[in-house]
C-alpha cells in the first residue's frame, strides 16, 4: 500500500513538472454522518495531494478516516465501532467565482480499509458465560461524489469546505468460540451498508506551479 501511495504520488510530481502544472495539498477535519440508520456519526479527517492541470480541472489522491458507532441487528453486526480508510483518486472540476471564490464538483474511486470493533461491554458478557465472539468486516471498493467551495486567503493558500457522499458497501464475518471446548462456529454477514456523508473544512496549500492573481 505504501508503494502504492509513493508511486501515485511521484506520478504526479512529474506530470507537475512537465506541465508546469501547479502541484497543492490539503489537511481537513469535519464529521461523517452514515446513511444507514443503525450507524451513527463521527469526527473525521483527511489529506489531499492535488495536480491543477487547468485552471478548471485537478486530479487528486486523497486519503481520509472516520469512525461511527454501529447499533446491533440480527442482520448485521454486533454493537461497536465501525472505521473506514478510503484512499481515491479524484477528478475535480472548478468554476471561479469572483477573485477569491471558487465553486468545484468531484467523482472518485478507490480502495477502503475498513474496520470493525466489538463493544468491550457486550464482549464481556459473552466472556462471563464462557464464550469468546469475534466479528470483522472486509476492505472493499470505495465510491464518492462530492461538492466544495474554496475561499482564497492568498495566492498560495486557500480555505477549503467540502461535502461529499461516500458508497461503501461490504461483508462481514463473525465467530464465537466455546471458551472451555475450543470450538468454534463461523459465518458470514452479507451486504453490510457503510454509506456516509462528510463535511470537512480545511486549508489549501499550493506547494509549485502558478498562482491565483487575487488583486
Known amino acids: 500500500m505504501k508503494r502504492t501511495l509513493l508511486v501515485l504520488l511521484w506520478a504526479l510530481a512529474s506530470l507537475a513538472a512537465t506541465a508546469e502544472a501547479q502541484i497543492y495539498f490539503s489537511l481537513n ?11 451513527g456519526g463521527g469526527i473525521g479527517f483527511g489529506g489531499t495531494v492535488g495536480l491543477e492541470l487547468t485552471p478548471s480541472f485537478s486530479l487528486e489522491l486523497a486519503v481520509r478516516n472516520w469512525s461511527v458507532p454501529v447499533t446491533g441487528s440480527n442482520q448485521g453486526l454486533s454493537e461497536g465501532k465501525y472505521s473506514a480508510l478510503p484512499i481515491e483518486l479524484s477528478g475535480r472540476l472548478r468554476l471561479p467565482v469572483g477573485t477569491r471564490f471558487t465553486l ?20 464481556a458478557d459473552w466472556a462471563s458465560v464462557g464464550f469468546l465472539i469475534e466479528e470483522s468486516v472486509e476492505n472493499s471498493l470505495a465510491v464518492h461524489i462530492g461538492l466544495g467551495l474554496e475561499f482564497a486567503l492568498s495566492p498560495t ?9 461516500h458508497y461503501l458497501r461490504s461483508q462481514g464475518t463473525w465467530t464465537i468460540t466455546d471458551i472451555a471446548g475450543g470450538e468454534s462456529q463461523t459465518g458470514q454477514i452479507a451486504d453490510l451498508d457503510f454509506g456516509a456523508i462528510t463535511f470537512s473544512l480545511g486549508i489549501r496549500i499550493s506547494l509549485l506551479g502558478k498562482s491565483p492573481d487575487l488583486r
Not at 480502495?111 to 468491550?120: C, W
Not at 493558500?157 to 457522499?165: E, P
Open 104 to 123: 468545484s464538483g468531484e467523482v472518485g474511486a478507490g480502495f477502503a480499509l475498513q474496520s470493525f470493533r466489538l463493544d468491550e461491554t457486550l464482549a
Open 29 to 39: 477535519g469535519g464529521y461523517a454522518l452514515s446513511t444507514n440508520k443503525l450507524n
Open 157 to 165: 493558500i486557500a480555505l477549503d469546505f467540502g461535502a461529499r457522499y
